[in-house]
């Protein structure tokens, strides 16, 4: 097991990197005296020692990563970090149990957004701070901005970095080192976070609450410092905000990376995968708004079109945000959207789900079949923009899409055994696996996931990982040839 003790001192360094991250929440604590900063500076100092601890007694073991290794640290830092991330909010949060803390932790970090927190709007505004950070994180990846570092601590970040990114492609580099790669990507993503604070701050909110929705609105998380989402606001303004963000969140990063670097929008309009995103969005959101109109559910289409593109887009993307109960609209309109939320999001985005670059490829193949039942010889290679998909990679979604429904239906129906009625077990596995937050019925937007049992939470607390580590990287954990020499 020396590759064990090989991983160890890297995960030291990551948590003690990551302790400092406390700093921002204890100084909101301080600022505006909300009692916080105690339970917050102990939760550091903690995460900060035991990395040390863990750093001081295997840092003699530092090497290069191999893929296993970088798949193993990428799962001990997910669900490991998690596990530290729970400390704030036990400390400060009476009756909370840990089940129900590290589910708000995974939930965080995997830039899920689901809930079992109520009262949010009396919530220390420092453990917001907190809650929305954690998303701020895990959004991109804490591994990729590792990656960035991890050559100054005298570990390569390659195999991390294909272990952790999402998407098909893994193996295209934008830049010729990893590191100016990640480096890119994370100074786009700040720069848009600012971009995102300062437009909801000229709409209308406190510089806290800018703060808070601009880490949750870049990261497709979707917490909120308030039970009513962003319906608290009850703002066009903000909406609006919300969405142009939520839409540039859901564009594959790379592609901002290229348009910063090329200084040309070009790129945007080369994505085919984004192409696809902003197409999709724009049928649905006029699908739904005359259906909403139609059935009578809103009193005129303005309104309609209002309610249906905000929250096509916030569950679409998986950020979760709600200014609805879409429960209550006619049945078609809430499965479509969580429907969307399993496949919208472009790979390399902060979102979640199978991602629109898969969708297309399965799609490609399908067409790829029927045509071949027609003509045989035929020789009809799959492609994406022009270019051909080997087959390989083809492979790869299909094993993937196969992977993601059997986890799916197995999943949803541990939640059926476990007594939940068969919408709400199905809509929970879709929005946990997804990373999407609300589902439907008893885990929908009007309410969120405290009503579930211990058993049913720790089962949406795995498929948060699963999802947000997409699939493969957490289940070859569970095999025995990972373990073997």
């Known amino acids: 097991m020396n590759w064990l003790l090989t991983v160890a001192p890297v995960a030291a360094l990551i948590a003690m990197a990551m302790s400092l991250t406390h700093l921002l929440p204890i100084g909101i604590s301080l600022a505006l005296d909300d009692g916080a900063a ?57 009756q909370l149990s840990f089940t129900d803390a590290y589910f708000e932790a995974v939930s ?90 300062y437009a909801y701050y000229l709409a209308g909110m406190s510089p806290l609450d800018a703060m808070i929705h601009s880490f949750t609105t870049l990261s497709l998380g979707g917490f909120s410092s308030y039970d009513a989402s962003l319906a608290h606001f009850n703002s ?48 649905s959101i006029a699908g739904i708004a005359m259906l909403l109109h139609g059935s009578g559910t809103y009193p005129d289409f303005l309104t309609a079109l209002r309610y249906a ?79 051909v998909v080997a087959d390989p990679v083809v492979f790869a979604v299909l094993g993937f899409f196969f992977v993601w429904v059997a986890l799916l239906v197995t999943l949803t129906l541990a939640l059926g055994w476990s007594g939940l009625d068969a919408m709400t077990a199905f809509s929970a596995i879709v929005a946990s696996l997804n990373n999407i937050g609300p589902g439907l019925h008893q885990v929908g937007p009007a309410t969120n996931f405290s009503g579930l049992s211990d058993f049913q939470t720790w089962v949406c607390t795995f498929a948060m990982l699963l999802g947000r580590l997409e699939l493969f990287a957490l289940l070859v954990v569970f095999t025995p040839a990972f373990w073997r020499k």
């Open 38 to 94: 105690r339970p917050l500076t102990l939760s550091m100092a903690l995460n900060f020692s035991a990395g040390a601890v863990i750093w001081l007694f295997t840092r003699r073991h530092k090497r290069e990563l191999s893929l296993r290794e970088g798949i193993l640290l990428v799962v001990a830092v997910w669900s490991g970090g998690a596990l530290f991330a729970t400390l704030p909010l036990l400390l400060t949060i009476p």
């Open 309 to 387: 593109a905000f929250n096509i887009i916030s569950v679409g993307t998986t950020t979760g945000y709600a200014t609805a109960d879409y429960n209550l609209w006619p049945v078609f309109a809430p499965l479509w959207v969580l429907f969307l939320g399993t496949f919208l999001s472009c790979s390399g985005s902060t979102g979640g789900g199978i991602k629109m670059m898969r969708a297309v490829i399965l799609y490609r193949q399908v067409y790829r079949e029927i045509k071949s039942l027609a003509h045989p010889q035929a020789v009809s290679p799959v492609k994406v923009a022009g270019h």
């Open 236 to 283: 066009a303004s903000v909406e609006l905000v919300a969405i142009c963000f939520m839409v540039i969140a859901g564009i594959n990063f790379s592609t901002h990376f290229l348009v910063w670097r090329t200084k040309k929008l070009l790129p945007y309009a080369r994505d085919t995968e984004a192409r696809y995103f902003i197409l999709v969005i724009a049928v």
């Open 108 to 197: 965080g970090l995997t830039a899920t957004g689901a809930t079992v927190l109520t009262g949010l709007d009396g919530l220390q505004p420092s453990i917001n701070v907190w809650r929305a950070l954690l998303q701020w994180l895990g959004g991109m990846g804490v591994i990729v901005l590792v990656v960035a570092i991890l050559p100054m601590l005298g570990v390569g970040g390659r195999q991390i970095s294909k272990s952790e990114i999402p998407g098909p492609m893994k193996d295209e580099q934008l830049t010729p080192r990893i590191t100016q790669t990640a480096k890119g990507l994370w100074l786009i993503y700040a720069a848009l976070t600012l971009a995102c604070g």
